[in-house]
């Protein structure tokens, strides 16, 4: 039986070793950390589930499948989900005013229809760039800009346009309808991730922090791009100093129960525009987005990104209070606190901007040792749909080359 080590034994580790396991290989899986899920966790409390990071997969048939093999209950949004708010002086479900609205609209349809081509983004041009370009200075500041924000943790001012447009173009994309998770959240995908694993002959090795130069044949390098520069440091010093180079940035969440719930904005949650001189990136609204999982109304709320790192400094109490401060000015709401959940993510996450788009560009023109194959939302895109699809095809690629 052919060997395959991966290194990193959060979504991406998990999902590519059950494929590689799944194709006849034997996996050795090294997570240094004690536990496996890397990003991905969820806490209890007496009150209700708080997750640690994400919490939902976009549900792609490939996401709905593997819950379906894992045997996993999908858990799928409520109704009032649907709802979406957007700040602009409170928080609006459509924060454009009707000329603002018109206008954008006399922009794009007609190129939609006529010529989808043009709206694509321009290699080295930022968000900020193509959403002026295209859109105008308000849908990009209340709209692009904070929806951008909510999935890749920074504001859009150098943030790369054709990183995370162009996928949007591609004919053959995943279509997703909505959301899905674990009944008991993202730790429940986990669990059913680490079970089949266990199936299917996987060996896990815990707290083993490990380097590739430790390791013979082909290696699957499931980390975080700064997890990739360390382990290929020595087995692979040019491949590590080019992802060395890509900006990690740090976010926090932070889920807050409440005593009593607020029913003045019942929907999945509020992104904050930048210029409100308001630090939280986002929240979630998650007694609003899935049932059961809650005694009481509780939200999530996201904050960080490279320019404000420093927030990881704030002792809890300051914490709290800036945000008792900022849910005031945004939901207009003084709620008594009866719990709360927080997580520092130091690097958490790959900074989307126009040096990873470098990066991205050299690497594909580096070669890269026939037995070192790289993974993570540093390549696929951040999501973890994204991430289960690259598991597939790097899977199928190792089983062509190595099989
Ligand atoms: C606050 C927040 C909210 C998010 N929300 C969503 C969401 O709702 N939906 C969504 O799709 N995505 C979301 N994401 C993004 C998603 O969670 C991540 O992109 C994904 O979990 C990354 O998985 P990964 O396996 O690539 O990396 P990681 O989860 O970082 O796992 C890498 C693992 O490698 C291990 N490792 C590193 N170096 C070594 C070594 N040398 N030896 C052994 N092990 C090593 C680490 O300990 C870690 O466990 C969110 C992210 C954050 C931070």
């Given at each position: 039986m052919?060997?395959?080590?991966?290194?990193?034994?959060?979504?991406a580790?998990?999902?590519?070793?059950?494929?590689l396991a799944?194709?006849?290989?034997?996996?050795?899986?090294?997570?240094?950390?004690s536990?496996?899920g890397?990003?991905?966790?969820?806490?209890?409390?007496?009150?209700?589930i708080?997750?640690?990071?994400?919490?939902?997969?976009?549900?792609?048939?490939?996401?709905?499948?593997?819950?379906?093999?894992?045997?996993?209950?999908?858990?799928?949004?409520?109704?009032s989900?649907?709802?979406?708010?957007?700040?602009?002086?409170?928080p609006?479900?459509?924060?454009?005013?009707?000329?603002?609205?018109?206008?954008?609209?006399?922009?794009?349809?007609?190129?939609?229809?006529?010529?989808?081509?043009?709206?694509?983004?321009?290699?080295?041009?930022?968000?900020?760039?193509w959403?002026?370009?295209?859109?105008?200075?308000?849908?990009?500041?209340?709209?692009?800009?904070?929806?951008?924000?909510?999935?890749?943790?920074?504001?859009i001012?150098?943030?790369?346009?054709?990183?995370?447009?162009?996928?949007?173009?591609?004919?053959?994309?995943?279509?997703?309808?909505?959301?899905?998770?674990?009944?008991?959240?993202?730790?429940?995908?986990?669990?059913?991730?680490?079970?089949?694993?266990?199936?299917?002959?996987?060996?896990?090795h815990?707290?083993?922090n490990?380097?590739?130069?430790d390791?013979?044949?082909?290696?699957?390098?499931?980390?975080?791009?700064?997890?990739?520069?360390?382990?290929?440091?020595?087995?692979?010093?040019?491949?590590?100093?080019?992802?060395?180079?890509?900006?990690?940035?740090?976010?926090?969440?932070?889920?807050?129960?409440?005593?009593?719930?607020q029913t003045?904005?019942?929907?999945?949650?509020?992104?904050?525009?930048?210029?409100?001189?308001?630090?939280?990136?986002g929240i979630?609204?998650?007694?609003?987005?899935?049932?059961?999982?809650?005694?009481?109304?509780?939200?999530?709320?996201i904050?960080?990104?490279?320019?404000e790192?420093?927030?990881?400094?704030?002792?809890?109490?300051?914490?709290?209070?800036?945000?008792?401060?900022?849910?005031?000015?945004?939901?207009g709401?003084?709620?008594?606190?009866?719990e709360?959940?927080?997580?520092r993510?130091?690097?958490a996450l790959?900074?989307?901007?126009?040096?990873?788009e470098?990066?991205?560009?050299?690497?594909?023109q580096?070669?890269?040792?026939?037995?070192?194959?790289?993974?993570?939302?540093?390549?696929?895109?951040?999501?973890?749909?994204?991430?289960?699809?690259?598991?597939d095809?790097?899977s199928?690629?190792i089983?062509?080359?190595?099989g």
């Amino acid at each position: 039986m052919k060997k395959v080590t991966v290194i990193g034994g959060g979504f991406a580790g998990l999902t590519v070793s059950l494929r590689l396991a799944q194709k006849g290989f034997q996996v050795e899986l090294h997570e240094k950390s004690s536990r496996l899920g890397g990003l991905l966790g969820t806490d209890c409390t007496e009150y209700g589930i708080a997750e640690r990071a994400a919490n939902a997969l976009i549900r792609t048939e490939r996401a709905e499948n593997l819950f379906k093999e894992l045997g996993l209950e999908a858990s799928l949004p409520l109704e009032s989900s649907k709802k979406r708010f957007i700040f602009r002086s409170k928080p609006k479900t459509m924060p454009l005013n009707p000329l603002e609205l018109l206008s954008v609209a006399l922009r794009v349809v007609p190129r939609m229809i006529f010529a989808k081509k043009t709206l694509k983004p321009q290699a080295g041009e930022t968000l900020l760039t193509w959403g002026h370009r295209q859109l105008g200075k308000a849908p990009t500041r209340f709209l692009l800009g904070p929806a951008m924000q909510g999935i890749y943790g920074n504001e859009i001012t150098d943030l790369s346009a054709s990183l995370i447009l162009s996928p949007l173009f591609n004919k053959n994309r995943e279509r997703y309808k909505g959301l899905l998770t674990g009944p008991g959240g993202m730790q429940d995908l986990v669990d059913h991730l680490e079970e089949a694993l266990k199936k299917a002959g996987v060996q896990i090795h815990l707290n083993s922090n490990i380097s590739a130069k430790d390791i013979q044949g082909p290696v699957v390098i499931a980390t975080s791009a700064k997890g990739a520069s360390e382990a290929l440091q020595e087995r692979a010093p040019q491949i590590s100093q080019l992802l060395g180079r890509i900006e990690m940035s740090s976010l926090m969440s932070v889920t807050l129960f409440f005593k009593k719930a607020q029913t003045a904005f019942e929907g999945f949650g509020c992104l904050i525009p930048r210029g409100f001189d308001i630090k939280t990136l986002g929240i979630l609204m998650n007694s609003y987005i899935f049932r059961d999982r809650d005694k009481v109304y509780n939200e999530t709320w996201i904050l960080g990104g490279v320019k404000e790192s420093d927030l990881l400094k704030l002792s809890d109490e300051e914490l709290l209070k800036l945000l008792a401060e900022e849910r005031f000015k945004i939901l207009g709401q003084k709620d008594t606190l009866v719990e709360y959940r927080i997580n520092r993510w130091d690097h958490a996450l790959p900074y989307y901007d126009l040096k990873l788009e470098e990066v991205q560009a050299e690497l594909s023109q580096i070669v890269i040792p026939k037995d070192i194959f790289l993974h993570g939302n540093y390549l696929s895109g951040i999501g973890l749909s994204k991430i289960l699809e690259r598991s597939d095809r790097l899977s199928e690629e190792i089983a062509r080359t190595h099989g």
